[in-house]
């Protein structure tokens, strides 16, 4: 199916040239602009509840810097909110989540799936807004890495609280995994039924398990999530980031059915040019302190990853989410560089 929309057409398998570009977390906090209206609206979960000011922050790096790709402003722990854990944004804290799962049954929940009303609205209001060139990205955060939260009650380094008891009870991590997955599909439905064009699933902390573990908590849930959703949108592509995979990357590619792999940036471009399936879209994967250096390693940064992927289905972005002290000529810069402006 032919697209007019760049980003949308190279994520169904066409080659563009210059390659369309979007960046992970571009709508955030290195944003002047969202800075002001966060101030205003008091706080993060303030702002994603909030339909009209979460699809207004969509927008601004839409408005500033004519990305190809505009990614929902929300957050990957709206799922288990809406499966019955409080949730809280913590100053220098980060993300809350209580009960923990480590502590107490899921079957001990109350989901409340209106909670995810708010993100539905901000999809619409977004994709009423949107030049026709763009496309709409919808996101969720993968199972594991949604269930590392729902266990501890926040982030960790090494996610040591869900790791533990995957090996411990592995009926009941699966319980949590099963839950999560569900909600997921339905999630990402309704996002397409709203009006985003892909979606995006978040495997932050796929780095920490090892290979068989890995296949039970990364691989196996995903493939399920894929398989749903193209049951129901067969021309939604989807892609998956299960940031710090490595080498096992390609089985990822290969077995999870998704159609395209963001890279982060400890993966070597040319390596994974040559190791995953062949003509699978590929997205990243710029070092995102590469971007706040800026000037000619900048430069020659991008380069690397233009070169590697230059004859394969690529969306150039960041190997990770943008950094908040990230100056706004460096995106410029970037933008320049891809687009053979520089």
Do not use: C
């Not at 369309?20 to 993060?44: C, D, H, N, S, T």
């Not at 998704?258 to 040019?273: F, K, Y």
């Not at 590469?290 to 960041?318: E, K, Q, T, Y």
């Amino acid at each position: 199916m032919k697209s007019d929309r760049p980003l949308l057409a190279v994520l169904r398998g066409e080659r563009r040239d210059p390659p369309p570009v979007w960046l992970m977390r571009q709508a955030g906090r290195y944003l002047p602009e969202y800075r002001a209206l966060r101030a205003e609206k008091g706080g993060f979960l303030e702002l994603v509840h909030d339909s009209a000011a979460a699809a207004e922050v969509t927008l601004q790096p839409l408005r500033r810097f004519g990305f190809d790709g505009a990614i929902l402003f929300s957050d990957i722990l709206v799922i288990p909110h809406a499966l019955g854990q409080d949730l809280r944004f913590l100053a220098g804290e980060g993300p809350q989540l209580s009960p923990r799962l480590v502590d107490t049954a899921l079957e001990q929940l109350a989901p409340v799936p209106a909670r995810l009303d708010p993100v539905y609205e901000t999809v619409r209001l977004v994709a009423g807004a949107l030049d026709p060139a763009v496309t709409f990205l919808g996101f969720a955060g993968s199972p594991w890495t949604v269930a590392t939260y729902m266990v501890a009650g926040e982030g960790s380094r090494e996610q040591a609280e869900a790791r533990r008891m995957a090996y411990r009870d592995p009926q009941a991590f699966g319980a949590i995994i099963t839950a999560i997955e569900q909600a997921t599909i339905d999630y990402l439905d309704r996002q397409i039924q709203a009006g985003v064009h892909a979606v995006q699933l978040f495997d932050s902390w796929a780095g920490s398990l090892s290979p068989d573990q890995y296949e039970t908590w990364v691989i196996a849930p995903t493939e399920r999530i894929v398989k749903a959703l193209r049951a129901r949108h067969p021309d939604t592509p989807i892609i998956g980031f299960p940031k710090g995979s490595g080498g096992k990357l390609p089985a990822y590619a290969r077995e999870t059915g998704v159609d395209a792999v963001g890279l982060d940036e400890t993966v070597d471009p040319a390596w994974a040019n040559a190791n995953l399936p062949e003509g699978l879209p590929v997205q990243g994967n710029l070092d995102p302190l590469a971007l706040i250096a800026g000037g000619a390693p900048l430069d020659a940064a991008i380069d690397r990853v233009l070169d590697a992927f230059a004859g394969r289905p690529h969306v150039f972005n960041l190997g990770h989410g943008i950094l908040l002290d990230t100056p706004i000529e460096r995106v410029e810069q970037l933008l320049a560089r891809v687009r053979k402006g520089g």
